[in-house]
T-cell receptor, first 113, second 114 residues
């Protein structure tokens, strides 16, 4: 089963760029890498997803090297409201459509004023 | 609001009682997932449906837990003979079949078993 490893926590300041790296050494060939954000007492929220190279949307960028054994979520110019837990997920490598996401502990990001 | 909804948002019950939670997914999504989350942990997969068919159930799920999605729309999760260890946030999510990694979550139901 593909498993992810992320830092347990990170601290930053408003206006800084934050990069959270996730390792997934056993990612399957057909698995995407997906990042979610979760605020306290709320369900997780999809942020971004990618397969290789770089993906960018209005919220974040995702960098994936050629070997796909890691990925980096980049949050530009964070604000206090970006304080949350960030989860990196890959599929469990199951065949076809019978795959499920494996959730780790996530990275607790604290943005300070 | 066309997002995922869950009811109730909070539930307090006494040990040994049965509880039932409801999830209404995004209407065009045919996949529905149930997760459990305790403080400081990531969501733990419980079960998922494709339309009305329950395709997988976690081995961690005891036989006191049952889920249904009778018409392929809303789903219910029932816990019988609740125990204090069942206290957690129960999350529901939905996705389309071809974008199953992109799951949309509801606000969750927080269960406290006294």
């Amino acid at each position: 089963l593909a498993k992810t490893t992320q830092p347990i926590s990170m601290d930053s300041y408003e206006g800084q760029e934050v990069n959270i790296t996730c390792s997934h050494n056993n990612i399957a060939t057909n698995d995407y890498i997906t990042w979610y954000q979760q605020f306290p007492s709320q369900g997780p929220r999809f942020i971004i997803q990618g397969y290789k190279t770089k993906v960018t949307n209005e919220v974040a960028s995702l960098f994936i090297p050629a070997d796909r054994k890691s990925s980096t979520l980049s949050l530009p110019r964070v604000s206090l409201s970006d304080t949350a837990v960030y989860y990196c997920l890959v599929g469990d490598g199951g065949a076809g459509n019978n795959r499920k996401l494996i959730w780790g502990l996530g990275t607790s990001l604290a943005v300070n004023p | 609001d066309t997002g995922v909804s869950q009811n109730p948002r909070h539930k307090i019950t006494k040990r040994g009682q049965n509880v039932t939670f409801r999830c209404d997914p995004i209407s065009e999504h045919n996949r529905l997932y149930w997760y459990r989350q305790t403080l400081g942990q990531g969501p733990e997969f419980l079960t998922y449906f494709q339309n009305e068919a329950q395709l997988e159930k976690s081995r961690l799920l005891s036989d006191r837990f049952s889920a249904e999605r009778p018409k392929g729309s809303f789903s219910t999760l029932e816990i019988q003979r609740t125990e204090q260890g069942d206290s957690a946030m129960y999350l529901c999510a939905s996705s389309s079949r071809d974008r199953q990694e992109t799951q949309y979550f509801g606000p969750g139901t927080r269960l406290l078993v006294l």
